[in-house]
């Protein structure tokens, strides 16, 4: 980049990419921090974890749906829905395509609701100089405050049977109403489903990721059989964090389409 700042005839094309960009904004700064090359690799690694690793995550939990009583009825719904939307699309993904897929938009929502990344959500430090809770419980200056998710996800208040996973909880009164409810999706964050936050810094990204979550599982339900667990695999902590574990091993087979 910097041959090509200094001779715009030297033959390379900049990428129009992140690594570009944050290597253009690193030659307008100075420090140490902002500039060294494992300080740019370590970005990266944030953003792979914030934008990859999280994807990955949440297509895990999914696996809810072959552990319930009903996993062969809930499997077959997802896979009806899939089939029949990619066929009313010409057999293609698009925006709208995937917006149809309404059952698994539920069975993930409903999978992240009931084992979400991690057991508390919104961590914030506290800026201002301190405040006390309706409660009469204290907050200095530079705590670290935030909300239990969990505490929030199975709570009785606002989920029926909280510890039941019911895939189609969000999308059974879409499908049944005339008037299809739009406010309980993926996307939709609340303070009562909170695994993309809440509010002004809720996740950003997650419109691109609840799109590329659901058309993995749908091309992965359109695709292959995978073997249920006999027992979900528990989930491996690393801090605050509850993650699937990425060392179980699945069955999983590409699917008869004769049989
Ligand atoms: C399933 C995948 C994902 C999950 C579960 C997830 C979850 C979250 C959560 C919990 C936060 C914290 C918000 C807060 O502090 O209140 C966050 C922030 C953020 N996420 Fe995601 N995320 C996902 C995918 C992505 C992707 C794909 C991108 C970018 C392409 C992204 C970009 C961001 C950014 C930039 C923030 C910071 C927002 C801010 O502080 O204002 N995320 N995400």
């Known amino acids: 980049m910097k041959a090509k700042a200094a001779d715009p005839t030297y033959p390379w094309e900049e990428p129009d990419d992140f690594i570009t960009w944050m290597v253009r904004e690193s030659f307008k700064r100075e420090t140490f921090h902002e500039t060294s090359v494992y300080h740019l690799a370590y970005r ?41 939307v990619l066929q009313e699309h010409n057999g293609e993904w698009s925006k709208s395509a995937v917006a149809k897929l309404r059952r698994l ?53 606002y989920y029926d049977h909280p510890y039941v996973y019911d895939a189609f909880r969000f999308s059974r009164p879409r499908e049944e109403a005339e008037k299809p409810r739009t406010n309980e999706d993926l996307v939709t964050t609340s303070v009562h489903w ?34 249920p667990f006999a027992t979900r695999p528990p989930n491996v902590a690393i801090g605050d964090m509850s993650v699937v574990p990425v060392t179980a091993t699945m069955m999983i087979r590409k699917r008869d389409l004769k049989a």
């Open 105 to 157: 938009d539920s069975a993930i929502r409903e999978s992240a609701r009931v084992s979400a990344i991690g057991g508390n959500a919104l961590a914030r430090r506290v800026k201002i100089d301190g405040f006390t809770l309706p409660n009469g419980l204290a907050v200095a200056k530079n705590s670290t405050i935030g909300v239990s998710m969990d505490g929030i996800h199975f709570d009785e208040a």
């Open 194 to 227: 909170l695994p993309f936050s809440h509010g002004l810094h809720a996740c950003p990204g997650r419109f691109f990721a609840a799109n590329n979550v659901k058309m993995i599982l749908a091309q992965l339900l359109l695709d292959y059989e995978i073997r």
């Open 44 to 84: 990266i690694v944030l953003l792979n974890f914030g934008g990859i690793t999280t994807t990955s995550i949440m297509v895990g939990p999914i696996q809810h749906a072959r552990l319930t009583p009903d996993a062969a009825n809930v499997i077959s719904a997802l896979r009806e829905e899939a089939e029949r």
